[in-house]
Structure formats: C-alpha cells, structure tokens
C-alpha cells in the first residue's frame, strides 16, 4: 500500500499505485491538512479578501464573494473549468492524477478539508476514474481543465469509469460505495489548480522513456553481431576519454550484452571503423540517458510539491505565487522527447545497414529469394514514417506562449503538451526499436556462422519465442505488433543487457 503524506513520493510509488496499488492518507499528514483548513475557516469568519477563496478567479480576481456565494463559487470554479475536448485519457495516467494530487494536498499547504484527499484515495481503491480529456491545458495556472474533469466526479458530476464501465460520475459513486462531497470554501480551487495532468504524463514517459533505453541498449548490440561490427568504440579508454556518465553506462550495458559473442571484432577490423549507427551508440543513448536523468530530477521534485494558489502557511499566512506553472516539466520533458527521438532516429539508420546489402553482405533487404520475395523492404518505411513524425513532434512545446484570461495568465507553459507529445514520441520509438530487433533477429538466421553473446542470445531467444524467421513474404504487421509489446514488458531483456 502506498502512504500520501505529500513529501515522500517516490516515481516508483506513482507506478505502483498506476498498476492498482492501494493508497492510503498518512496521519501526520492529516493533521497538517486540518491545521491548514484551519487558516481558510479563520479567512472566511473574518470576511479577508483573499484570491479563489472570497474573490473570483483569472481576471475576475477583484470581484468579492459574500459568504453566502462561498460553496456556489467553488462548484461552479469546477464546472466552468471542465472544459476539455478530445479522448480520454488512458486509466493508468487518471490514477497517477489523482495520487499526484492528493499528494499535494497532503502537503497541508491547500486548505482542504482531510475528506477531500481521503475521497481521492478511496476513487483510487475502489477503481472509479474519472473521464478525462486529454486537450485543453496550457499548462500554466496548472492543468486547469483536465483536473476539473477529475474534480468533477467527487462533486458526483461528470463521468467516471467503475470497473470498466463508463458511467455518470454520481452513479460510479454509489456504485462503488463513495459519498460524494460538498465543496467548501478554497477546495474547488485546490483540486483544479496544479500540475498533476503534465506530470502523470511525464511519468508516464519517463518510466517507458528509461525503460526502452535498456532495450534499445540490448537490440543495438544484437544488430552489431547481425552486422558483424567491431567493439573498439565500446572500449573503456574510449569511455574515460569523454567520461559522461550516460555514455559510460552505454558502453558497459553493450559490452555486457556482447559478454561471449563471437560474431563481433575485437582486433583487427577489415572495415578499419564503423559507422557512426553504431559506433556512436554510447554517445547517443548516453546522452539520452542524461536527458532523463535531468527529467527523473524534475518530476522527483514535482511529485512532492504543492502546485496551487493561493496557498497557506502557519500563523494564518496566506501567499499568491505561481507554483501551478509548469515550465520546469515543460523544459524537462521537451529535451527528453528530443532525446528519445534521436535513439529512434538512430535505430532506423542501423535498419538500413541491414536491409542494404552494399552495407551488409546479407542478402538484400533480408530475404533469400529477392525480387519473388520483398522481406522487410516496407519494414524500413513503416520505421522511417515514424521517424519523420517524431521530427514534428519533438519541436519543443515550451517555447511557445499565448495570453488568456483576460492577458492575466500572459505567458503560459504549454507544459502538458509537452507531455502528450513526448508520450507520443515513446510509443513511436518502441516501434522503431522493435523493428530493429526483428530485422537484426532475421540477419543473424541468414548468417548463423559465431555464438551470440550473453544479453544478446536473450534478445534473440525472446523475438523467436513469437515471431518466426521470415522465409517467405507474409504478413508482417502481426509480428510488428508483437515485437513491439515485447518491448513494451522488456523486464528480461533489461536485465540481461
């Protein structure tokens, strides 16, 4: 069971509970929640003009609420703001949205009452998941639209899904034994305003994104024997000459999945140097590597930290700031989208070595009897379509910025498209990659001569497993299809590289 105190959330927590783990409200946390509810009751008997709680919001600041408006404000703050357009986004990520905000409500920091967080936690055990859009944040005063679609459903509005089903938000309530709540005063506010959307998404992304690097690792090494390609760049001196520490950690996952091979080179070499698809793979995966460390960094931050306003503090302290702006996600994941996007780029440059036998000595694009046969020729297409879609999607969303609200929210993040982009990116690289273990798979059959190496002669064991060598043309969208899963559970490979 995973404990939300708002401090101790770790990435791997948010995966756990994205799987179906169970959550609970930490007590020591409850109790900061109550002593911050305490400063927003404190507000409203005092009749303080304080922003989202006795004034409207956006540009509608100034105007002051009575006391009697208080709860209608907060209901209609989550109606106007469910806004969203476009499909829903997947279970998984819904979950990772409300985990990531009762954690920043656990902080203390919101003025929510502890029955707010402790709704969140029991949708999450009891599987209802709201419907939420995947368009429509800008991702500058938070994620506003698509958490109003998951704030919805604790008001009993909206849709949710309950055990696969899609049903209105009150009757997945009822149906999974969860009062529904009233808002009160700041809590509409609180639950709408954060980064929860973009950073359920770069989690997302970044556990695939660290994921498909191990295999990218095991796969590029297996196209080297494929190839019939030296070591040399592999080398530990080389390594230590430039000692990155992504590049250093490329190099020794490729010589441990080469541990035993004898299809590679390690003297010697006819063809002096390879190219540079893999010669550089060090450099290029390990820079891809670092590019998610900066982004792990980021989110290991995100994850704990409270994202709306205003928020408050002891003694009454009541502080506007901007922490709902999400341009260190958005930065952070742009430049690991661009990352990604090079390791697949890469993969596909390595297909055309093995397809074209001017580079190979195989037989041309991989099939023995060329011309009657096409093999794997569209293979590379389908892989180069790809790569030329993710050359759109890895224009960086964080520099861009249009004014709304009135130019009160001037310059936005655009942080969660960003997210959705990157997502989109990995789920095309772990075709790519997958396509480059089928074609390196079908060239160690035609040029069986030499062992494979330790992590390598799991890769191919593994593809063999689902998809047979390709003796004759056939459909080869099925077993695209299931490379491209096995990328996607990865474990063994992983671990073997």
Request: proline share 4%.
């Amino acid at each position: 069971m995973v404990r939300v105190d708002g401090r101790s959330l770790r990435i791997e927590d948010v995966a756990r509970v994205m799987g179906g783990e169970r959550v609970v409200l930490d007590g020591e946390a409850r109790r900061r929640v109550e002593a911050g509810r305490e400063v927003v009751e404190e507000i409203v008997r005092a009749g303080r003009p304080v922003y989202g709680i006795s004034t409207g919001v956006g540009r509608l600041c100034t105007v002051a609420i009575g006391v009697g408006n208080m709860r209608a404000l907060q209901r209609n703050i989550v109606r106007s703001h469910a806004a969203g357009v476009g499909r829903p986004v997947e279970e998984e990520s819904v979950r990772a949205m409300m985990l990531l905000r009762a954690n920043a409500l656990a902080r203390g920091h919101s003025g929510v009452r502890p029955v707010i967080i402790e709704t969140l936690v029991s949708m999450l055990n009891e599987g209802v998941h709201p419907v939420v859009p995947e368009q429509g944040s800008l991702g500058a005063s938070g994620d506003l639209a698509p958490l109003a679609h998951l704030a919805l459903v604790l008001m009993g509005e909206g849709e949710a899904f309950h055990r696969g089903v899609r049903l209105a938000g009150g009757e997945a309530m009822r149906r999974a034994g969860i009062p529904t709540v009233e808002l009160e005063a700041k809590e509409g506010i609180a639950l709408i305003n954060g980064t929860q959307f973009m950073c359920a998404l770069g989690v997302q992304f970044l556990l695939g994104a660290e994921r498909l690097l191990g295999v990218a690792d095991v796969i590029g090494a297996l196209t080297m024997e494929g190839l019939r390609c030296s070591v040399s760049g592999l080398h530990p001196l080389v390594q230590e000459a430039r000692p990155h520490e992504g590049q250093k950690e490329t190099a020794r996952r490729l010589l441990a999945a080469l541990d035993g091979s004898e299809r590679v080179v390690r003297g010697e070499y006819s063809r002096v140097q390879d190219a540079y698809s893999v010669r550089c793979i060090p450099q290029v995966h390990g820079a891809a590597r670092e590019a998610l460390k900066f982004l792990r960094a980021i989110l290991e931050v995100e994850v704990n930290s409270s994202t709306d306003n205003p928020l408050v503090f002891g003694d009454g302290l009541v502080l506007s700031g901007g922490n709902f702006h999400g341009q260190p996600l958005a930065i952070a994941l742009d430049a690991a989208a661009i990352a990604i996007t090079a390791v697949g780029s890469m993969s596909e440059r390595r297909m055309e070595r093995l397809l074209n036998p001017a580079l190979s000595g195989l037989p041309g694009f991989l099939t023995r009897n060329g011309g009657l046969n096409s093999g794997y020729m569209v293979a590379q297409y389908v892989a180069a379509a790809l790569v030329s879609e993710n050359k759109v999607l890895a224009h960086p969303a964080s520099v861009d910025s249009i004014p709304t609200s009135g130019n009160q929210e001037d310059f936005v993040s655009m942080g969660a498209h960003a997210a959705r982009k990157a997502l989109q990116i990995l789920r095309n690289v772990e075709q790519i990659v997958a396509i480059e273990w089928v074609l390196a798979c079908q060239a160690v059959d035609l040029d069986p001569e030499g062992g494979l190496g330790r992590g390598t002669r799991v890769a191919y064991e593994a593809l063999r497993e689902t998809v047979p060598v390709l003796d004759e043309d056939r459909v080869i969208a099925e077993d695209l299809r299931k490379a491209v899963e096995l990328v996607r559970e990865a474990g063994r490979l992983v671990r073997a590289g």
